[in-house]
């Protein structure tokens, strides 16, 4: 394949550098990533740096590291999900070989623009998935309500945090409102669950999780101390992960057809392979609310 790509200067391979294949999200867009890539002929050199949580200075030279891994090994283009790249405060070295791999090799990211990366991105809105599924249980009469999951320094946490607490103050002012931050995994809405029942604040009457595997913890959680959801605590996702339709009680949530995003990315990192011009694809109308058991909607109507 390498004496090939030295004649032709294509090897048909995408590095695809992911930070956590354990988290639902980066598997459902890796599964779409792979399937139209092997239809267009090209092969996927999977990169999983594991650097998802981990805030050493060790994290950023892991990925700078596999920068330059993916330049020796000469594939043709490359998608970056997750990572250094997600973070509030990114190290100005990461940047630096980042903008390097950038000028040898076609790269995109999916996540949110970064000023000074001179790679291709593919935005989502983050605040819309919040504000659908605070203002759906704003609606069913729940007034005090909180957010769990989401680690500290993230982006999408920030971001999410944000829009939660603007439209509680727009439609249900309170002094008590609560935000837990723990992870984005379901240990994460199990703990961020423990810590809200060991304050010995109120209960709120809802909860909005920064995402499928988050409420799946907080559920279990709170059956094990005795509440149970909906009948006692509504809970919703601001992210819908694949399974969630088969968990007890199924989670209302928010579909951001992350499939699509994998599609826009592809069709991007194709047209700069070949040095093509695109334009760029409005994602902004994707998420889309699912109803399911978990909010309690269903009770009102007995």
């Known amino acids: 394949m390498l004496a090939r790509g030295m004649v032709s200067r294509k090897t048909n391979t995408l590095a695809v550098v992911i930070s956590d294949i354990n988290n639902p999200y980066f598997t459902d867009l890796l599964s779409q990533i792979g399937e139209i890539a092997h239809r267009s002929g ?5 990169i999983n740096t594991m650097t998802a949580g981990n805030n050493s200075k060790n994290s950023v030279q892991i990925e700078i590291d596999a920068f330059q891994s993916i330049e020796e090994r000469k594939v043709d283009g490359v998608l970056i999900l997750g990572g250094e790249i997600d973070k509030e405060e990114i190290n100005k ?5 980042l903008n390097i791999l950038n000028e040898h090799i076609p790269v995109v990211i999916i996540g949110q623009k970064v000023n000074g990366c001179n790679a291709t991105f593919v935005e989502r809105n983050q605040s819309q998935s919040v504000s659908i599924i605070t203002r759906h249980l704003l609606a069913l009469g729940h007034k005090n309500l909180a957010f769990i999951g989401g680690q500290p320094g993230i982006r999408v946490t920030s971001q999410r945090v944000n829009e939660f607490k603007k439209v509680l103050n727009i439609y249900s ?8 931050l723990t992870d984005f995994y379901t240990q994460s809405g199990y703990d961020a669950i423990t810590e809200l029942l060991n304050s010995r604040k109120p209960l709120p009457e809802a909860i909005v999780a ?3 595997q988050v409420a799946f913890g907080a559920i ?8 149970e959801v909906p009948t006692d605590i509504a809970l919703g996702s601001c992210d ?3 399974g969630s339709e088969f968990m007890i009680p199924r989670i209302t949530t ?9 599609k826009i990315a592809l069709f991007y990192l194709f047209n700069l392979i070949e040095n093509k011009d695109f334009e760029t694809i409005e994602t902004n109308d994707l ?3 699912i109803i399911r058991e978990s909010c309690g909607a269903h009770l009102l109507n007995k």
């Open 210 to 212: 920064i995402n499928d």
């Open 93 to 97: 070295n990461y940047i630096e070989a």
């Open 220 to 227: 279990r959680c709170l059956q094990d101390h005795q509440i």
């Open 240 to 242: 819908e992960f694949p």
């Open 42 to 46: 090209y092969t996927l050199l999977l």
């Open 254 to 262: 928010v579909n951001q057809h992350n499939e699509k995003l994998g």
């Open 173 to 180: 002012p309170s002094k008590n409102q609560q935000v837990i």
């Open 287 to 289: 998420p889309e609310l």
